[in-house]
């Protein structure tokens, strides 16, 4: 596609609940980023995928928390028992190669409400 | 460890006046640099990077950036505030890596308000 897609905008779940986001990216990128932006900071690094494995997943705050990349394409997050302090906007963003260089795309991010 | 400091969480210019977004970064060698706006409720959009080269670096709508080694800073400036400057701004670092994946590490972030 012509950009980063991530459905759904909005997502407001239960305390306890399981939740996936998904995360469409450039076509032809082989580089996939997941972040966290909690209100009034900063994006926070989740995980980073190089074509289907996870090359990194060093920012995964916890097990709750698990992303795939099946085909090496889309990706979906996925957040299991989910707690309140979950609530955040995740972003995510594609790269052609993964090198810092080239910069990234971000998605418009999807907005997780635990309630 | 990288880091990120971002002086002002808000800064408040007069349509017209110097934009000036302050940014400080710590790391063991001098990384790559980038500034991102964000819109409401719109993913980040890249205004400019530094990766090697010239210090000064040329941006979308008018935004540049200067890399000074000496005093670990990328601050980011625009001669002439717009009223559609108006936004979060955020400073960030990466490693210099050019075969794997490298993640950003973002600042806090300012957010820039334009009076008319």
């Known amino acids: 596609g012509a950009g980063v897609s991530q459905t759904p905008s909005n997502k407001v779940t239960e305390k306890g609940k399981y939740v996936e986001l998904r995360c469409d990216p450039i076509?032809?990128?082989?580089?996939l980023y997941w972040y966290r932006q909690s209100l009034g900071q900063g994006p926070e690094f989740l995980i980073y995928f190089q074509g289907t494995g996870a090359a990194d997943d060093s920012g995964l705050p916890n097990d709750r928390f698990f992303a795939v990349r099946p085909e090496g394409s889309v990706s979906t997050l996925k957040i299991q028992r989910t707690e309140r302090g979950d609530s955040a906007v995740y972003l995510c963003?594609?790269?052609?190669?993964?090198?810092?260089?080239?910069?990234?795309?971000f998605g418009s991010g999807t907005r997780l409400t635990v309630v | 460890a990288q880091s990120v400091t971002q002086l002002g969480s808000h800064v408040s210019v007069s349509e017209g006046a110097l934009v000036l977004l302050r940014c400080n970064y710590s790391s063991s060698v001098p990384p790559y640099l980038f500034w991102y706006v964000q819109y409401p409720n719109q993913g980040l959009q890249l205004l400019l990077k530094y990766t090697t080269g010239a210090t000064l670096v040329k941006g979308i709508n008018g935004f540049e950036a200067e890399f000074k080694k000496s005093e670990t800073s990328f601050h980011l400036t625009k001669p002439s505030a717009h009223m559609s400057d108006a936004a979060e701004y955020f400073c960030?670092?990466?490693?210099?890596?050019?075969?794997?994946?490298?993640?950003?590490?973002f600042g806090e972030g300012t957010q820039l308000t334009v009076n008319p």
């Open positions: 076509s032809g990128h082989t580089a």
């Open positions: 963003a594609s790269s052609l190669k993964g090198a810092s260089s080239y910069g990234y795309t």
């Open positions: 960030a670092v990466s490693d210099r890596v050019e075969t794997s994946g490298s993640r950003l590490t």
